[in-house]
């Protein structure tokens, strides 16, 4: 018994020092070079422009500050800004791939999932070394990073590589050969840069994704607000055609012509509209080949988009 309690303890304390150890190595070397031209493109296709700029309160473009309430507190979107001091001025791009993929700063500390680097993570390496060249050519501005407003225990950053561990997949996006380019075009949007995911999938207690009800709405989304289904169910976008689709993400219509509000309305200013009609068609398509899946927002909940 004495030997089994003995291994108990030393088994407790190699998952704490997992836990709150950076093991961290050096962030990758990465020879690509970045076209800031695509990159500015990149930028649409990830949407960054609404979650890092502080508007409502008059921020700069790109210098963080907006508050994200969510129902683990409240974070604040750093500076993505070339600011040396406050911003990723002094980013290798190496460090950057990093974060986008593993969320991780140039430090080794744990990103919180705010940041929506599960789905970037499916980025393809060229896309996020194009958005760092772009990023680079912004005006920097020093605005230092707000902090953000979390009870215990998720304050405790180190806990994040346990979160990681159950629902980080960092593996690049892989297209489907049994598909048609323009599928696999709109799965890669939909599933990386887009993240679409990370607002329209219930989460479990534990924040994860519930992978079984993708893209079927969120009851509890970002600042409180309920997100809509977009899988082809009755109760999501099953009367909605291609063109619907591709026509909402460029205008901010509905079929109705209703209009989107809320962060879907942002969605469309800041990065829908900006892409090219073909994409936006490519997000229809694959959209509407997805499982029905019925909505996880009930009925007297009133979706915000």
Same mark, same amino acid.
């Given at each position: 018994?004495?030997?089994?309690?003995?291994?108990?303890?030393?088994?407790?304390?190699?998952?704490?020092?997992?836990?709150?150890?950076?093991?961290?190595?050096?962030?990758?070397?990465?020879?690509?070079?970045?076209?800031?031209?695509?990159?500015?493109?990149?930028?649409?296709?990830?949407g960054c422009v609404a979650c890092h700029t502080d508007e409502k309160?008059?921020?700069?473009?790109?210098?963080?500050? /907006?508050?994200?309430?969510?129902?683990?507190?409240?974070?604040?979107?750093?500076? #993505? =800004?070339?600011?040396?001091? !406050?911003?990723?001025?002094?980013? =290798?791009?190496?460090?950057?791939?990093?974060?986008? /993929?593993?969320?991780?700063?140039?430090?080794?500390?744990?990103?919180?999932?705010?940041?929506?680097?599960?789905?970037?993570?499916?980025?393809?390496?060229?896309?996020?070394?194009?958005?760092?060249?772009?990023?680079? !050519?912004?005006?920097?501005?020093?605005?230092?990073?707000?902090?953000?407003?979390?009870?215990?225990?998720?304050? #405790? /950053?180190? !806990?994040?590589?346990?979160?990681?561990?159950?629902?980080?997949?960092?593996?690049?996006?892989?297209?489907?050969?049994?598909?048609?380019?323009?599928?696999? /075009?709109?799965?890669?949007?939909?599933?990386?840069?887009?993240?679409?995911?990370?607002?329209? !999938?219930?989460?479990?207690?534990?924040?994860?994704?519930?992978?079984?009800?993708?893209?079927?709405?969120?009851?509890?989304?970002a600042e409180g607000k309920s997100t809509p289904n977009i899988t082809?169910?009755?109760?999501?976008?099953?009367?909605?055609?291609?063109?619907?689709?591709?026509?909402?993400?460029?205008?901010?219509?509905?079929p109705d012509y209703d209009s989107f509000g809320g962060g879907m309305?942002?969605?469309?200013?800041?990065? =829908?509209?900006?892409?090219?009609?073909?994409?936006?068609?490519? #997000?229809?398509?694959?959209?509407?080949?997805?499982?029905?899946?019925?909505?996880?927002?009930?009925?007297?909940?009133?979706?915000?988009?």
């Amino acid at each position: 018994m004495k030997k089994i309690g003995v291994l108990l303890i030393l088994l407790v304390l190699a998952g704490l020092a997992w836990l709150f150890i950076p093991w961290h190595g050096a962030a990758p070397e990465v020879d690509a070079v970045g076209d800031p031209t695509r990159g500015e493109y990149v930028l649409a296709m990830g949407g960054c422009v609404a979650c890092h700029t502080d508007e409502k309160n008059g921020g700069a473009v790109l210098a963080g500050g /907006r508050a994200l309430a969510t129902p683990f507190g409240t974070f604040h979107s750093p500076n #993505i =800004t070339p600011d040396p001091e !406050t911003g990723i001025g002094g980013w =290798t791009i190496g460090e950057f791939v990093r974060a986008m /993929r593993e969320g991780l700063s140039p430090d080794g500390q744990h990103y919180y999932p705010s940041f929506p680097y599960p789905s970037y993570a499916k980025m393809t390496e060229q896309d996020v070394v194009d958005l760092k060249a772009y990023l680079d !050519t912004v005006q920097p501005v020093n605005a230092p990073f707000k902090g953000h407003d979390l009870g215990f225990p998720v304050n #405790i /950053r180190q !806990t994040l590589a346990g979160w990681k561990l159950l629902f980080l997949d960092a593996e690049p996006f892989e297209p489907d050969p049994a598909k048609p380019e323009s599928w696999n /075009r709109g799965a890669y949007l939909v599933q990386g840069p887009g993240h679409c995911g990370e607002c329209h !999938t219930p989460r479990n207690p534990l924040g994860g994704p519930d992978d079984s009800r993708y893209l079927a709405g969120n009851p509890v989304g970002a600042e409180g607000k309920s997100t809509p289904n977009i899988t082809p169910d009755e109760t999501g976008i099953a009367d909605w055609s291609a063109n619907d689709i591709a026509f909402a993400l460029e205008s901010g219509l509905t079929p109705d012509y209703d209009s989107f509000g809320g962060g879907m309305g942002e969605v469309v200013d800041d990065a =829908t509209s900006k892409l090219t009609k073909e994409d936006r068609e490519a #997000i229809a398509e694959f959209l509407l080949s997805l499982p029905p899946v019925e909505s996880a927002v009930k009925k007297d909940e009133t979706p915000s988009e």
